[in-house]
């Protein structure tokens, strides 16, 4: 395995990388977008920090890429849907950041409120200005947190020991969170109307660019101040730098930018506003966390182990993952069985669960179906990340469920398969926990090993059709190894299942369907 570093990250992560037998790293920063094109080809990981901007065009270079690793938070800088359309895992080091990040949140409220940066620089230039630098406290001011996430959380706790009252807003939280944390939820109008300090720590994306603009400055207090430690563009900075020249915003912390860095921007002239260089998660201990995080989830995804924080497939806890990991080859070998076994363009994949596993979080199962089913149409590379973004792609339907119906199997999943011509239900379970089983093909009852190859017939229950089938399949050397029929009534509509030794041409099935009067059959490779 080959991975590419190009951003700085700790050594703690790259020593646990090396130490993978197998592993190549390659430490090369400030790659220019060229170069990285070129690069990427022939790496199987990517680790990145902020700086490096993994575009569709890097992603459409890659030609090995498995993983891109952000040894932090934010993947803004990452094209996340084409990443997942190509099958490249894309995963972050979501907590390592954290009381960094919230440290620096805090560290940049105080400096601003204490012309901390203006009056160090005033002393080393040689004045002795106290009373130019006078600042204002933040006991007993309102804090409007936006955002209350990781860090919004760890900012909201700290204000409050500080004796700062919080309104938080975030449309993804509840007010018993917010409440336990130490703040009250409300609208972002109350915010902009109450707040002293406002922070914002959202993600960037479309929903939060330029939320904080001209309109919003207007609704706020004058005097209020700003700090932005989550990302540049979250606030509009053309309208923040209107409502710093107009007083309405009496000052501004800001750590991140639209453009990093923020060569030739009005807001650095103005002595109100304070900046870092996107600081917020350098701190050693934060450093040697996001690289260690993310050398772990590389590693895990190269050894088929849960890559825990993927961002674009499901996320589940080793003690899940361990309950449904029986599951994903049935469900795979369902997929891929249900597609070989109908006629017509795939509109619908229905996987309806029951028994048991209806406890568990089956989101993986339901993507293990819709990979072998398309791994069986596309016979192109499908995989975890981009089984359902392939599905969408050719305009197939995914319909989850869970049945409260327990029938005869402890655990049992339904596939149904609707096509612009048919539809066909396959069924299977797992025995003791590891033995997988098709145990029925549209209300026929049956039970055959999802393996090799298999033949499905569609007859007539009648005297000679087995016989019919075995005659043609041994005339043409193929061994027939296991079989098994449902049958709705004696000398009723039947099923039989074949497992076979040996691949069959489709003029041996065509053979088998005249000789033994079939209406029907499929050959299935598993
Ligand atoms: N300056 C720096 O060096 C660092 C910056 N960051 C930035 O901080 C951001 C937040 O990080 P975490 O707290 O770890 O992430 P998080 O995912 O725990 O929190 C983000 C919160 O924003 C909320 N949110 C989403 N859309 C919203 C909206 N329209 N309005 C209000 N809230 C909304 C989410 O519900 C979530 O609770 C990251 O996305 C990253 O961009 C993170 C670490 C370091
Ligand atoms: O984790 C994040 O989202 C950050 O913004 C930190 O960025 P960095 O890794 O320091 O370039």
Request: charged share 25%; with cysteine; glycine share 8%.
């Amino acid at each position: 395995m080959k991975v590419l570093i190009t951003d700085p990250i700790s050594d703690e992560g790259i020593k646990i990388l090396k130490a993978e037998p197998g592993v190549q790293v390659d430490v090369e920063t400030k790659l220019t977008k060229e170069q990285l094109i070129e690069k990427i080809k022939d790496y199987d990981a990517l680790i990145i920090r902020s700086e490096t901007q993994v575009t569709k065009e890097v992603i459409d270079a890659a030609q090995h890429l498995k993983i891109i690793g952000r040894a932090g938070v934010g993947i803004d800088n990452v094209d996340v849907p084409a990443a997942t359309e190509k099958g490249i895992i894309v995963a972050n080091a979501p907590e390592g950041n954290t009381i960094a990040a919230c440290e620096h949140t805090l560290a940049m409220m105080f400096a601003m409120s204490r012309n901390i940066p203006q009056a160090n620089a005033s002393l080393k230039g040689g004045k002795w200005e106290r009373s130019k630098f006078m600042g204002v406290e933040v006991m007993g001011k309102t804090l409007g947190v936006i955002g209350l996430g990781r860090i919004g959380g760890e900012v909201t706790k700290r204000a409050r020991c500080m004796g700062m009252e919080v309104l938080a807003y975030d449309p993804f939280t509840t007010p018993e969170r917010a409440k336990d944390l130490g703040a009250r939820l409300t609208t972002l109008d109350e915010i902009y109307e109450k707040a002293d300090y406002i922070t914002v720590h959202t993600p960037l994306i479309p929903s939060t660019r330029h939320m904080i603009s001209t309109p919003q400055f207007e609704k706020m207090k004058k005097g209020v101040r700003i700090i932005n430690c989550a990302r540049g563009g979250i606030i509009d900075e053309a309208a923040l730098l209107e409502a710093l020249k107009s007083g309405k915003v009496a000052g501004a912390a800001l750590d991140v930018f639209e453009k990093e860095p923020p060569v030739g921007s009005p807001l650095l002239e103005l002595p109100n506003v304070i900046v870092t260089p996107h600081l917020g998660a350098s701190t050693k201990e934060a450093q040697i966390s996001v690289a260690t995080i993310i050398a772990e989830q590389v590693i895990n995804a190269f050894k088929g182990l849960p890559v825990t924080t993927a961002l674009n497939i499901p996320v589940m806890k080793p003690e899940a993952m361990e309950k449904i990991k029986p599951y994903l080859p049935l469900a795979e070998s369902l997929g891929k069985f249900a597609a070989q076994v109908v006629d017509g363009r795939i509109k619908e994949i229905d996987v309806t669960y029951s028994g048991e596993i209806t406890q568990k979080d089956v989101s993986l199962v339901t993507i293990a179906v819709v990979k072998g089913m398309l791994d069986v149409k596309k016979g192109e590379l499908v995989n975890y990340v981009n089984a359902k973004a392939v599905a969408k792609e050719y305009g197939i339907n995914i319909v989850e469920s869970k049945s409260g119906e327990v029938g005869d199997y402890t655990n049992l999943i339904t596939v149904t398969v609707k096509t612009d011509s048919m539809q066909r239900r396959v069924q299977g379970t797992i025995f003791g926990n590891k033995d997988a089983r098709i145990v029925g093909i549209d209300g026929y009852r049956i039970e055959a090993i999802p393996a090799g190859y298999m033949i499905v017939t569609m007859h007539k229950d009648r005297p000679g059709v087995i016989g019919n089938v075995g005659t043609v399949l041994g005339k043409n050397d193929i061994n027939i190894a296991g079989m098994t029929v449902g049958r709705e009534a004696v000398r009723g509509e039947a099923i039989m299942i074949l497992n076979v030794d040996d691949a069959v041409p489709q003029p041996v099935l065509k053979e088998m369907i005249e000789k033994a009067g079939l209406y029907d059959a499929y050959y299935v490779k598993l």
